[in-house]
């Protein structure tokens, strides 16, 4: 017969011991998909992998961009550049590699909030998602989250940014050109080669959407379906027409050689 009291001291220890460790495995959340990129501090969307974007429900800060989110036995480091207004939300292609470890333009699935671990990382350990020397910031509407970083003592963004002249988080207005900024002689508003806060076109490197639960590319900016799908579909065809041609060849050659 097993002791009642012994038996309620090993259960307490053991959800002891479980609330323990998934404290130490990291900060528990309900994380839901999130298909239109934005950054509320102007990071550019065309020179970070905006795939891989963390909307956390606080302020983006000058030091922890980078979060690591863990399901199961699958993880993946995020830049927290954006502030929701309440939900842990994440670019929907990672929640749907956590869940099935393929992209979703792969493999789409639909769904809400799935219960998930964080934890803060190195912003060393988001470098990938970085496509340029530093955090790429629109120098027109960034300032005032750059001016609080520069104020921060060794704070990463402070020592870790570059300036564009581009409007948008989408990058469809302005130049994709780097300006400058000379914090320390006083400047508090950056330099560049076109005029700052320019609205001319930009489509030299166009950010992409991909759309909940189809799974589908579409333009950031206008929503429209992404060049690239239709490519593919031409590429697909041409292919499929080298193939016959290759198939008649071979048949060809082999009445001939009869």
């Not at 989110?69 to 480091?77: A, F, I, K, P, T």
């Not at 002249?165 to 400047?187: M, P, R």
């Amino acid at each position: 017969m097993i002791n009642a009291s012994r038996f309620s001291l090993s259960l307490a220890l053991g959800l002891v011991t479980r609330c323990s460790i998934a404290s130490a495995d990291g900060t528990g959340a309900w994380v839901t998909p999130h298909d239109s990129y934005s950054s509320s501090v102007g990071v550019l969307g065309c020179k970070i992998n905006t795939n891989r974007v963390a909307y956390w429900p606080f302020a983006v800060d000058c030091n922890n961009i980078c979060v690591e989110l863990s399901y199961g036995d699958r993880s993946v480091h995020l830049l927290r550049i954006d502030q929701s207004g309440g939900a842990y939300d994440v670019s929907y292609d990672a929640w749907n590699y956590l869940q099935t470890g393929k992209s979703a333009t792969k493999d789409p699935i639909a769904g809400g909030a799935v219960a998930m671990t964080y934890e803060n990382a190195s912003a060393s350990d988001c470098k990938d998602l970085i496509h340029t020397d530093g955090l790429p910031l629109s120098a027109a509407n960034s300032m005032n989250y750059l001016a609080s970083c520069l104020e921060e003592t060794d704070s990463w963004v402070g020592q870790n940014y570059v300036l564009f002249n581009i409007d948008d988080s989408v990058c469809s207005l302005g130049y994709d050109e780097k300006c400058t900024l000379d914090w320390a002689a006083g400047q508090n508003q950056a330099t560049c080669a076109h005029t700052l806060g320019s609205q001319a076109e930009l489509t030299k490197d166009p950010v992409y959407n991909i759309q909940y639960p189809t799974g589908k590319k579409v333009l950031a900016s206008t929503g429209t379906a992404a060049k690239s799908d239709a490519g593919g579909l031409g590429r697909d065809l041409m292919g499929g027409r080298l193939r016959w041609v290759f198939i008649l060849v071979c048949l060809t050659g082999a009445l001939l050689i009869d």
